[in-house]
């Protein structure tokens, strides 16, 4: 049995919308180039015929992957923390989190990052999985709180400065 796949709604919706991508245009499409390539006669040397064969399995492999990923999705909807109704000072999934570290080089320096679904990771615009040590840290921490967290360096004691529902 495959874990849980949490994700935000922008999540769902992006794998959604690339599963649709795949379906109703890429694939189309080169079917459309193997069918004429094949249709071409010999197919040992046609390299259109060996490569769009080649991309077709790729992209049956990655549908595949979305689909499942897609079954098991738990979609996380904190319509009730971004308007304030409940625990909005509490990191649970979802956050966005903004902490400083009360020690070492990073002292006092500002940090956000957003807690996202494994498939959402993108550590350029700060999103981190929900799996990973500095998210399951902070879980269920609140505004104010100061955290540990073991970093390559060594373990290091953060403060939560504020957390958002986006």
Known sequence: ??????????GHERIKNELLQLLNLDRPEVVKVVHWAA??????????????????REIDRRIRFLNKRLE??????????KSGESDSDQVFFGATVTYSALEGPQANQKT????VGVDEVDLDKG????V???????????????V??????????IEILDVQYL
Do not use: Q
Request: proline content about 6%.
């Open 72 to 81: 098991f999705a738990v979609v996380v909807d904190n319509a009730a923390r």
């Open 127 to 130: 999103h981190v999985s929900w």
């Open 148 to 157: 540990f967290i073991h970093t390559p360096t060594g373990p290091a004691e």
């Open 1 to 10: 049995m495959e874990e849980k796949n949490y994700i935000t709604p922008a």
């Open 112 to 115: 956000g990052i957003t807690i």
């Open 39 to 56: 249709s071409n006669g010999d197919r040992s040397e046609n390299g259109d015929y060996i490569y769009g064969k080649k991309r077709l």
């Open 132 to 146: 990973s040590p500095i998210a399951k840290a902070l879980i269920k921490s609140r505004i104010g709180d100061c």
